[in-house]
Nanobody, 118 residues
Framework: VQLQASGGGLVQAGGSLRLSCAASGNVFMITTMGWYRQAPGKQRELVAGILRGGTTNYADSVKGRFTISRDYAKNTVYLQMNKLKPEDTGVYYC?????????????WGQGTQVTVSS
């Protein structure tokens, strides 16, 4: 599975951005997809995830502001980010869990920069 992320950019606080992540390759073996972010000097953290059946989960810091969704026909996962705050700044990475034999492998996109100015 290969992941191609897009949609990052510079936005003022209170603004919105939508990230997209298109999967290709062995997409039928993908289970969970999600978005992680990494701020300078900090560890990568989960922002939002969506299971194959549609169940979602969010970091407490983004609940009520971000929405993750998945288009199975396009093999694409989206992250709609509203009411952005400066602390949302970071590199956002798309993630997919791929079943390969008896293993579940984590696949990562290339990362897209999100910068929120105050």
């Amino acid at each position: 599975v290969q992941l191609q992320a897009s949609g990052g950019g510079l936005v003022q606080a209170g603004g919105s951005l939508r990230l997209s992540c298109a999967a290709s390759g062995n997409v039928f073996m993908i289970t969970t997809m999600g978005w992680y972010r990494q701020a300078p000097g900090k560890q990568r953290e989960l922002v939002a995830g969506i299971l194959r059946g549609g169940t979602t989960n969010y970091a407490d810091s983004v609940k009520g502001r971000f929405t993750i969704s998945r288009d199975y026909a396009k093999n694409t996962v989206y992250l709609q980010m509203n009411k952005l705050k400066p602390e949302d700044t970071g590199v956002y990475y798309c993630n997919a869990d791929e079943i390969e034999g008896m293993m579940v492998l984590a696949r990562w996109g290339q990362g897209t920069q999100v910068t929120v100015s105050s």
